[in-house]
C-alpha cells in the first residue's frame, strides 16, 4: 500500500463533491491540510451520518477504487461509529461519531475551506485528539495546541 | 463531565504560552511550502501489526473500536488509552 498523496486527496475532494458527501478532513490530516507539519499514515474523514450521505458515501468510495461487499456497503450506510478501510487504493478510516466532538452540524458550522478541502477547525481537531485519550494523542498535544495559537494568530476570526 | 466543559478544557482562550522557538520556525517554513508540497511530504506508510491485516473493519461505537485496539494491538503502537 502507498502512501496516501496530494493526487488521492484531490480524488476525495472531487469525487465527494460530485456525489454531493458531507464530510470533514480530522484528525492529524486535517490538522496538515490547516498547515501543521507532521507525519500521519491515513487520512481520518468526519462523515455526515445520514441514510442519503451514507448512500453518497458509498458510491464515491466505489468510484475512488474501493472493492467494497454489499455487506460492507451496508454497514457503512448504517453509519457505523467507526469504519477503517484497507480495501482501496489508500487508508481511510471513517468516523461518523468522533470522540469531542457532539455533533456533526457543530462541527460543519465551523469547519475551514482549505482550497476546497472542509477542514474541521483546529479547535475540533484538539477536542477530538484529547478525548480520545490514547498515548499517540497525548503526545501530539502540546505541539499541536503550539499550532492552534500560531494558527488563529494567522487567521483572525477563525 | 459534558461536551461544554470538555470544549473549554481543550481550547482555552485563556491557556496560551509561547510558542517554543524550533515549533515556530517549523510552523513558519510549512506555512511557506505550497499544499501539494506539504501533503508530499505529510503522509507515510509503515506496517502497523494487526491493524493492517484487514481491508475491512466496522465498529458499532467508538467506546468497542477503543477496546478492540487495547485488547488486539501491540502497546508501542500508542492506540491504548492512558
Known amino acids: 500500500m502507498a502512501?496516501?498523496?496530494?493526487?488521492?486527496?484531490?480524488?476525495?475532494?472531487?469525487?465527494?463533491?460530485?456525489?454531493?458527501?458531507?464530510?470533514?478532513?480530522?484528525g492529524k490530516s486535517g490538522a496538515i491540510l490547516l498547515g501543521y507539519p507532521d507525519t500521519t499514515q491515513d487520512a481520518d474523514l468526519f462523515v455526515e451520518r445520514s441514510p442519503q450521505n451514507g448512500q453518497a458515501l458509498v458510491r464515491a468510495l466505489r468510484q475512488l477504487g474501493f472493492a467494497l461487499t454489499e455487506t460492507q456497503a451496508g454497514e457503512i450506510n448504517r453509519g457505523k461509529d467507526f469504519v477503517q478501510l484497507k480495501n482501496?487504493?489508500?487508508?481511510?478510516?471513517?468516523v461518523f461519531a468522533p470522540d469531542g466532538i457532539e455533533r456533526f452540524e457543530d462541527a460543519w458550522s465551523r469547519r475551514v475551506e482549505v482550497e476546497g478541502y472542509p477542514v474541521c477547525h483546529i479547535d475540533d481537531i484538539i477536542a477530538s485528539k484529547a478525548a480520545t485519550n490514547r498515548q499517540k494523542d497525548r503526545e501530539s498535544l502540546p505541539r499541536l495546541r503550539s499550532f492552534?495559537?500560531?494558527?488563529?494568530?494567522?487567521?483572525?476570526?477563525s | 463531565m459534558d461536551f461544554a466543559d470538555l470544549r473549554e478544557m481543550e481550547s482555552p482562550t485563556d491557556k496560551s504560552s509561547p510558542i517554543p522557538?524550533?515549533?515556530?520556525?517549523?510552523?513558519?517554513?510549512?506555512?511557506?511550502?505550497?499544499?501539494?508540497?506539504?501533503?508530499?511530504?505529510?503522509?507515510?506508510?509503515?506496517?502497523?501489526?494487526?491493524?493492517?491485516?484487514e481491508p475491512f473493519r466496522a465498529f458499532a461505537t467508538m467506546e468497542e473500536y477503543r477496546r478492540w485496539c487495547e485488547t488486539n494491538l501491540p502497546e508501542w503502537l500508542g492506540y491504548g488509552r492512558v
Open chain 1, 148 to 157: 492552534r495559537e500560531y494558527w488563529l494568530k494567522h487567521h483572525p476570526g
Open chain 2, 21 to 53: 522557538p524550533e515549533w515556530l520556525a517549523e510552523f513558519e517554513a510549512a506555512a511557506r511550502r505550497p499544499l501539494e508540497t506539504r501533503l508530499r511530504y505529510a503522509f507515510i506508510h509503515t506496517y502497523k501489526p494487526v491493524l493492517d491485516d
Open chain 1, 3 to 26: 502512501a496516501f498523496d496530494y493526487r488521492q486527496a484531490r480524488e476525495i475532494r472531487d469525487v465527494f463533491g460530485s456525489f454531493h458527501v458531507r464530510y470533514l478532513f480530522l
Open chain 1, 88 to 94: 482501496g487504493p489508500f487508508d481511510l478510516d471513517l
